[in-house]
């Protein structure tokens, strides 16, 4: 059973950063590839970044220079470190565990619970 769980999240001045987590668990961690989603009031989810089983990662053009996306297999954890946020950043964030082809992310049904994160101007 894959279960995706999410931390990191908070209140945080614009300008400042935050680093969000990922835990996962069931399956094997390393041959999947993650993303990170974001859901803002009355929109739909978005994909922020993707990071393939190899390292490779992809990021949304609005994130693009200021979100950084990592994992650490031995510890089955992905981040999304967050810099320079704003406060059209304020979502809530979801970590997906999904499949990586030719540059592409797939998502999947495997969903955590999400971590709400709030940019106060």
């Known amino acids: 059973q894959v279960q995706l769980v999410e931390s990191g999240g908070g209140l945080v001045q614009a300008g400042g950063s935050l680093r969000l987590s990922c835990a996962a668990s069931?399956?094997?961690?390393?041959?999947?590839?993650f993303a990170w989603y974001r859901q803002a009031p009355e929109k739909q989810r978005e994909l922020v970044a993707f990071?393939?089983?190899?390292?490779?990662?992809n990021y949304a053009g609005s994130v693009k220079g200021r979100f950084t996306i990592s994992r650490d297999n031995a510890k089955n954890t992905v981040y999304l470190r967050m810099n320079s946020l704003k406060p059209e950043d304020t979502a809530v964030y979801y970590c997906?565990?999904?499949?990586?082809?030719?540059?592409?992310?797939?998502?999947?049904?495997?969903w955590g619970q999400g971590t709400q994160v709030t940019v106060s101007s």
């Open positions: 997906n565990r999904g499949r990586y082809s030719s540059g592409s992310y797939y998502g999947t049904t495997y």
């Open positions: 069931g399956g094997t961690f390393s041959t999947n590839a």
């Open positions: 990071i393939s089983s190899g390292g490779s990662t």
